[in-house]
């Protein structure tokens, strides 16, 4: 492992809605050698209208307490900076609350996404960015407090082109904009791949871009190939190529090997896996063929964890 990277992980599934077996889960993690783990808490019912239900909290505390792991979080997806004006406290107070859940079970890292909007005119996009930018530097100094990183993740846009969301360079220059020393990214490398695919661009460029601000990287396959014709099940969506697939490191066509060689990651880098359950079977294939680039990973001089 590259010494500025921390390890590599894999994202928890909540089984038990009452968590009353999510230490068996992270048990069952644990035994694929990874050294992080990122828990899903966008579907654990830890938050109620943006406040924190207690005993959820005290059933994942328990769960996640005195194991030799690394944790992260990934917060509500919905969370989303882009929004109409008048909604953007409600989306903060809900952002709020999960990243104090993340900070009680001792989260180094909390993803988010970055925002997304109706396609629409290049004045409100422009506008939606300066929303995002300032909340996000009300979120750095949440973060700060909390003794997190706050890391906004790429995404892609509708493949019926209704949606507008940030490239990963467009991404990398809103972070670098910001210049909040809790402020990062997470470097979804599919999801680039899909989204440059559809709006056009070049997805190593793009991923170049990012990488030096990505403390937090997500590690899936697929082929970059819309998902815009109609499929009966998710194993002809798997013949075919198409769609956010989350398959295991090397199925796809993602150039791997090139990405490590010229990309260039900040210290306390996490690689984390997140793995569609349906091929979990070959979980701990991904994990060595994850552990294996990591260790390929290269550092970025003069961009470092505070």
Same mark, same amino acid.
């Given at each position: 492992?590259?010494?500025?990277?921390?390890?590599? *992980?894999?994202?928890?599934?909540?089984?038990?809605?009452?968590?009353?077996?999510?230490?068996?889960?992270?048990?069952?993690?644990?035994?694929?050698?990874? =050294?992080?783990?990122?828990?899903?808490?966008?579907?654990?019912?830890?938050?109620?209208?943006?406040?924190?239900?207690?005993?959820?909290?005290?059933?994942?505390?328990?769960?996640?307490?005195?194991?030799?792991?690394?944790?992260?979080?990934?917060?509500?997806?919905?969370?989303?900076?882009?929004?109409?004006?008048?909604?953007?406290? #409600?989306?903060?107070?809900?952002?709020?609350?999960?990243?104090?859940?993340?900070?009680?079970?001792?989260?180094?890292?909390?993803?988010?996404?970055?925002?997304?909007?109706?396609?629409?005119?290049?004045?409100?996009?422009?506008?939606?960015?300066?929303?995002?930018? =300032?909340?996000? *530097?009300?979120?750095?100094?949440?973060?700060?407090?909390?003794?997190?990183?706050?890391?906004?993740?790429?995404?892609?846009?509708?493949?019926?082109? !209704?949606?507008? !969301?940030?490239?990963?360079?467009?991404?990398?220059?809103?972070?670098?904009?910001?210049?909040?020393?809790?402020?990062?990214?997470?470097?979804?490398?599919?999801?680039?791949?899909?989204?440059?695919?559809?709006?056009?661009?070049?997805?190593?460029?793009?991923?170049?871009?990012?990488?030096?601000?990505?403390?937090?990287?997500?590690?899936?396959?697929?082929?970059?190939?819309?998902?815009?014709?109609?499929?009966?099940? =998710?194993?002809? #969506?798997?013949?075919?190529?198409?769609?956010?697939?989350?398959?295991?490191?090397?199925?796809?066509?993602?150039?791997?090997?090139?990405?490590?060689?010229?990309? #260039?990651?900040?210290? *306390?880098?996490?690689?984390?896996?997140?793995?569609?359950?349906?091929?979990?079977?070959?979980?701990?294939?991904?994990?060595?063929?994850?552990?294996?680039?990591?260790?390929?990973?290269?550092?970025?001089?003069?961009?470092?964890?505070?």
């Amino acid at each position: 492992m590259s010494n500025h990277v921390i390890g590599t *992980g894999i994202s928890a599934n909540r089984r038990a809605f009452d968590l009353s077996d999510f230490g068996a889960e992270l048990d069952d993690l644990q035994k694929l050698g990874v =050294e992080t783990i990122e828990i899903p808490t966008f579907d654990m019912d830890l938050v109620v209208g943006g406040r924190i239900r207690a005993p959820q909290l005290a059933a994942l505390k328990r769960a996640t307490a005195g194991r030799k792991i690394v944790y992260s979080v990934h917060g509500p997806l919905a969370v989303n900076f882009f929004d109409a004006p008048y909604r953007l406290q #409600r989306h903060f107070d809900v952002l709020k609350a999960s990243m104090e859940v993340a900070a009680e079970i001792g989260a180094i890292n909390y993803v988010m996404h970055s925002g997304i909007k109706l396609v629409g005119q290049n004045p409100g996009t422009e506008d939606a960015y300066a929303r995002q930018r =300032e909340w996000l *530097g009300k979120v750095g100094e949440l973060a700060r407090d909390l003794n997190l990183y706050v890391c906004v993740e790429n995404v892609f846009c509708e493949f019926d082109n !209704t949606t507008y !969301t940030a490239s990963p360079s467009r991404l990398a220059r809103e972070i670098a904009a910001v210049a909040h020393p809790h402020v990062w990214a997470t470097l979804d490398f599919s999801h680039g791949y899909l989204n440059t695919i559809f709006v056009g661009g070049d997805f190593e460029s793009e991923c170049v871009q990012l990488a030096p601000y990505a403390k937090h990287l997500h590690m899936h396959d697929s082929f970059g190939l819309p998902d815009d014709i109609w499929m009966y099940t =998710e194993g002809e #969506r798997l013949a075919f190529g198409h769609g956010d697939l989350h398959l295991p490191v090397g199925w796809g066509n993602i150039p791997w090997a090139s990405l490590m060689q010229n990309c #260039r990651f900040p210290n *306390g880098t996490i690689f984390n896996i997140e793995l569609q359950l349906r091929y979990w079977y070959a979980a701990q294939e991904c994990v060595d063929a994850t552990k294996a680039l990591a260790r390929k990973a290269l550092p970025v001089m003069g961009i470092a964890a505070a």
